[in-house]
């Protein structure tokens, strides 16, 4: 089969398109035909080998895993002797960075407990988009942020992959979206349900004082206490990602702040499973949700996809495409 491989840390330029031996599953796997394969920020620290610490779990030196991509849709074409959840013909969707990644290739073994029926409506393009950041969001908004029906909740960097669908979740959940975006996305996250858009170029979020019940930071940079800032009594902030100094604050203040009152301060660390693959994927097939794409790359141009991400300003996601 065909794969994109990479030996090394270091540039997309490194990325080469390969013919390597096709995987074989265990009892508990599938073998799937990858028809889309989305890519995530992730996929671009594992092709980089940063931040360092990351190589803990990758590979010290030079990468274990030599085919990147977590994020895929496809066609079910072989099952593990133990799999009786899935048949060969069924078209799944999965977040494999648990699960050995490997997905920009043309087939992928992925565990069953980590593989959802590919919702109703949507294109393999779609769906691939949707696992990691639409969980990530999920996980985000549901469980670390308890975001209930009728709550205010600003979402700070939501114009990227996460971004847009916690948007659009935290909608689903009944919340009240406040979007804070740069101009060229203003209208974007209006279309997606976002009650109130900031353009943080024009206006400082920080201003708003203590009126949200949740706030989501995905993207950028602000010192903690901006944040908690506009927070009511009571509310929480949850730190989804953005740039590291933003990630160490909320990792390494976030429990003594949080002991001290005036509000919650959590990190969301996704877990991917299928369950709430599931629970995604119903919120999709219900139109309450519909992944944004900006961008396809074939296969063979991999490289100048993860360039592309690498810039920082995608509207939405990238996905592969497979002949
Ligand atoms: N905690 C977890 O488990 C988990 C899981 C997945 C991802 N993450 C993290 O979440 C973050 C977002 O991931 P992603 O996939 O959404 O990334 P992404 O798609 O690459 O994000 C790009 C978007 O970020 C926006 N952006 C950049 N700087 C911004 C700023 N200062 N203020 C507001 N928006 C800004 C850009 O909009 P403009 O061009 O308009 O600025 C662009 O639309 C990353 O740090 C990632 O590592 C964490």
Same mark, same amino acid.
Do not use: W
């Given at each position: 089969m065909q794969a994109i491989v990479?030996?090394?840390?270091?540039?997309?330029?490194?990325?080469?398109?390969?013919?390597v031996?096709?995987?074989?599953?265990?009892?508990?796997?599938?073998?799937?035909?990858?028809?889309?394969?989305?890519?995530?920020?992730?996929?671009?620290?594992?092709?980089?080998?940063?931040?360092?610490?990351?190589?803990?779990?990758?590979?010290?030196?030079?990468?274990?895993?030599?085919i990147?991509?977590?994020?895929?849709?496809?066609?079910?074409?072989?099952?593990?002797?133990?799999?009786?959840?899935? &048949? #060969? *013909?069924?078209? =799944?969707?999965?977040?494999?960075?648990? /699960? $050995?990644? %490997?997905?920009?290739a043309?087939?992928? +073994?992925?565990?069953?407990?980590?593989?959802?029926?590919?919702?109703?409506?949507?294109?393999?393009?779609?769906?691939?988009?949707?696992?990691?950041?639409?969980?990530?969001?999920?996980?985000?908004?549901?469980?670390?942020?308890?975001? &209930? #029906? *009728?709550?205010? =909740?600003?979402?700070?960097?939501?114009? /990227? $992959?996460? %971004?847009?669908?916690?948007?659009?979740? +935290?909608?689903?959940?009944?919340?009240?979206?406040?979007?804070?975006?740069?101009?060229?996305?203003?209208?974007?996250?209006?279309?997606?349900?976002?009650?109130?858009?900031?353009?943080?170029?024009?206006?400082?979020?920080?201003?708003?004082? #203590?009126?949200?019940?949740?706030?989501?930071?995905?993207?950028?940079?602000?010192?903690?206490?901006?944040?908690?800032?506009?927070?009511?009594?009571?509310?929480?902030?949850?730190?989804?990602?953005?740039?590291?100094?933003?990630?160490?604050?909320?990792?390494?203040?976030?429990?003594?702040?949080?002991?001290?009152?005036?509000?919650?301060?959590?990190?969301?660390?996704?877990?991917?499973?299928?369950?709430?693959?599931?629970?995604?994927?119903?919120?999709?097939?219900?139109?309450?949700?519909?992944?944004?794409?900006?961008?396809?790359?074939?296969?063979?141009?991999?490289?100048?996809?993860?360039?592309?991400?690498?810039?920082?300003?995608?509207?939405?996601?990238?996905?592969?495409?497979?002949?």
């Open positions: 990479y030996t090394q840390y270091g540039s997309p330029d490194q990325l080469r398109l390969q013919d031996p096709t995987p074989t599953i265990k009892a508990d796997e599938l073998l799937i035909a990858v028809r889309a394969a989305g890519l995530n920020a992730a996929d671009r620290y594992l092709l980089r080998g940063r931040p360092a610490m990351l190589r803990f779990s990758s590979g010290l030196m030079r990468p274990k895993q030599p990147p991509g977590s994020d895929v849709a496809g066609e079910v074409v072989a099952v593990g002797a133990g799999v009786t959840t899935f &048949r #060969p *013909g069924d078209t =799944v969707y999965a977040d494999l960075s648990a /699960g $050995g990644r %490997g997905g920009l043309e087939f992928v +073994a992925a565990p069953a407990n980590m593989v959802a029926p590919m919702p109703a409506g949507l294109s393999f393009v779609e769906a691939a988009a949707a696992p990691m950041a639409g969980v990530t969001a999920l996980q985000g908004l549901r469980d670390a942020g308890q975001l &209930r #029906p *009728g709550q205010r =909740v600003l979402i700070a960097g939501a114009s /990227g $992959g996460v %971004g847009t669908f916690a948007v659009q979740i +935290a909608r689903a959940l009944g919340g009240e979206v406040t979007a804070v975006v740069s101009p060229r996305n203003v209208a974007q996250a209006q279309a997606l349900g976002a009650a109130r858009v900031i353009d943080y170029t024009a206006q400082d979020f920080a201003a708003d004082g #203590p009126v949200y019940d949740l706030v989501v930071a995905v993207n950028g940079r602000r010192p903690i206490n901006d944040y908690r800032r506009v927070l009511r009594p009571g509310g929480v902030y949850v730190m989804v990602g953005g740039e590291m100094g933003q990630i160490f604050q909320a990792l390494l203040l976030g429990p003594l702040l949080s002991a001290r009152g005036g509000g919650q301060v959590r990190a969301v660390s996704a877990k991917p499973n299928a369950a709430d693959l599931a629970a995604l994927g119903e919120m999709m097939a219900a139109g309450q949700v519909r992944p944004v794409v900006e961008r396809c790359y074939p296969l063979s141009e991999t490289a100048a996809a993860f360039h592309y991400m690498e810039q920082g300003h995608a509207r939405g996601k990238v996905v592969i495409t497979f002949a």
